[in-house]
């Protein structure tokens, strides 16, 4: 397994990655999520042994890796761009990585077998023969993933892999990625800013703000019971509610007290409000604004004991500002926060 201890990684008197404890054990994934500036990607690279330690020990099964080269750690890097080889085949790329490991007795036959298995794990069974300029952003991806397995790394180290692809695509190749990592039964260390992709591909989260990680578990943890209000924003909660808003909420949930929560978006449903209705089974709101989507109708309301709030409506639904609505709240989607100040 990886263990990181109080890694500590300084450029001049700007410290960028300040005593991170981290733990990545065999065959699993540890996304390391962070807004940019945060310290994830010198992290990363000071694993990678590529920045020096300031303070603190990188260790693997236990052996301090101070002083091991790079080359000699037996991690493989996989960059944002792939960095393909633009004059080889695909398979020339994947078996690159084979002949660098000089696997005795490993022949030209069996190197090729070893590329077209790696291939089909990542999707691009067939592909040997076409050129990188060839392949679409997220083909090129695959390769560089192709050609980093192929290398037998006892550690992955991905950063920002899916950064550069659209939205869409970068949806489904952060699953595929979590199963061919599966699949080869790989230990890998993300880095991302991306929330959907870290929670898509990793076993467990660490969340990084200012060169310190705030908060670590399993993806379920960190998502349900984010540790302030600053990490529940950048996690994609909507708002941090206090005080009487929250309990407001709360007890529309029929959940006890709290004096903060983060909210989803999607925490409080819409729905037009019956003139002919007592509404006592959601809490009464006026419409403030209102944007169309194609999978919902994102509302800002003012709601009654809560005041300025987010919320959905359901497609074709289209109410107008000043239109009286009852929201129905999904316990789900809060989380209760330990303390109650958003700064």
């Known amino acids: 397994m990886?263990?990181?201890?109080?890694l500590t990684v300084a450029f001049g008197h700007h410290v960028a990655v300040d005593g991170v404890d981290l733990q990545v054990d065999d065959g699993h994934v540890l996304a390391v999520l962070g807004p940019s500036g945060s310290g994830k990607s010198s992290l990363l690279r000071a694993v990678a042994g590529l920045e020096p330690l300031r303070a603190g020990s990188v260790r693997w099964d236990g052996d301090d890796l101070a002083g091991v080269p790079t080359h000699k750690r037996g991690f493989a890097l996989m960059f944002q761009d792939g960095q393909l080889f633009d004059h080889l085949s695909v398979a020339r790329n994947v078996g690159y990585a084979l002949r660098l490991r000089r696997t005795p007795g490993l022949s030209r036959r069996a190197i090729g077998?070893?590329?077209?298995?790696?291939?089909?794990?990542?999707?691009?069974?067939?592909?040997?023969?076409?050129?990188?300029?060839?392949?679409?952003?997220?083909?090129?991806?695959?390769?560089?993933?192709?050609?980093?397995?192929?290398?037998?790394?006892?550690?992955?180290?991905?950063?920002?892999?899916?950064s550069s692809l659209d939205a869409e695509l970068r949806v489904r190749l952060a699953a595929d990625l979590r199963r061919i990592l599966r699949e080869a039964g790989t230990t890998a260390l993300l880095v991302?800013?991306?929330?959907?992709?870290?929670?898509?591909?990793?076993?467990?989260?660490?969340?990084?703000?200012?060169?310190?990680?705030?908060?670590?578990?399993?993806?379920?943890?960190?998502?349900?019971?984010?540790?302030?209000?600053a990490t529940a924003l950048f996690l994609g909660y909507a708002r941090v509610l206090e005080n009487g808003a929250a309990r407001a909420v709360?007890?529309?949930?029929?959940?006890?007290a709290a004096d903060a929560i983060a909210v989803?978006?999607?925490?409080?449903?819409?729905?037009?409000?019956?003139?002919?209705?007592a509404d006592g089974d959601g809490l009464t709101a006026t419409v403030l604004a209102v944007r169309a989507?194609?999978?919902?109708?994102?509302?800002?309301?003012?709601?009654?004991?809560?005041?300025e709030a987010d919320a959905v409506g359901a497609p074709g639904w289209l109410p107008a500002p000043g239109d009286r609505v009852v929201l129905r709240v999904d316990p789900a989607r809060l989380a209760v926060l330990p303390s109650g100040p958003t700064s």
């Open 2 to 6: 990886l263990t990181v201890e109080g």
């Open 113 to 162: 077998t070893e590329v077209a298995s790696l291939l089909e794990l990542v999707g691009l069974g067939g592909y040997g023969d076409r050129m990188p300029r060839t392949l679409s952003g997220g083909e090129r991806q695959r390769v560089a993933l192709a050609r980093s397995l192929a290398a037998e790394p006892r550690l992955l180290l991905l950063d920002e892999p899916l």
């Open 192 to 229: 991302t800013h991306d929330q959907e992709e870290a929670f898509a591909v990793a076993d467990r989260l660490a969340v990084m703000r200012a060169g310190a990680v705030v908060q670590q578990g399993t993806t379920e943890e960190v998502w349900a019971r984010p540790m302030d209000a």
């Open 250 to 256: 709360l007890a529309a949930a029929g959940l006890p």
């Open 264 to 277: 989803r978006r999607s925490a409080l449903a819409a729905r037009r409000a019956d003139p002919g209705s």
């Open 293 to 307: 989507t194609p999978d919902d109708v994102r509302l800002v309301v003012d709601a009654e004991g809560i005041g």
